[in-house]
Nanobody, 122 residues
Framework: VQLQASGGGLVQTGGSLRLSCAAS????????MGWYRQAPGKQRESVAT?????????NYEPSVQGRFTISTDNAKKTVHLQMNSLKSEDTAVYFC???????????????WGQGTLVTVSS
């Protein structure tokens, strides 16, 4: 399973960006997909995660709640992160993350996407 993220870039404070991450491969089902971010000099943190089957969003990082929205396109095995009202502190490399399993197997695996840079300038 491979994760391909896209949509990062440079935006001014208050602007919007939409990140997308597509999972590709064969013979697998997704358990969860989500986004993490890592700002310079800081640890990677979870931004938002969604349970693939139920659609329940399991967590939003408190600082993004009300500004960021995670959504899925199950048919395309894609997760999106709509980021509005961006702030300078949202500047980070954003990583897509997926937990998945092969059909008929119980062992859950995880993959990370390559990361996409979001820079918010004032």
């Amino acid at each position: 399973v491979q994760l391909q993220a896209s949509g990062g870039g440079l935006v001014q404070t208050g602007g919007s960006l939409r990140l997308s991450c597509a999972a590709s491969g064969s013979g697998f089902s997704i358990e969860t997909m989500g986004w993490y971010r890592q700002a310079p000099g800081k640890q990677r943190e979870s931004v938002a995660t969604v349970d693939w089957n139920s659609g329940v969003i399991t967590n939003y990082e408190p600082s993004v709640q009300g500004r960021f929205t995670i959504s899925t396109d199950n048919a395309k095995k894609t997760v999106h992160l709509q980021m509005n009202s961006l702030k300078s502190e949202d500047t980070a490399v954003y990583f897509c993350h997926a937990r998945w399993r092969y059909y008929g197997r119980t062992y859950v695996r995880e993959n990370w996407g390559q990361g996409t840079l979001v820079t918010v300038s004032s």
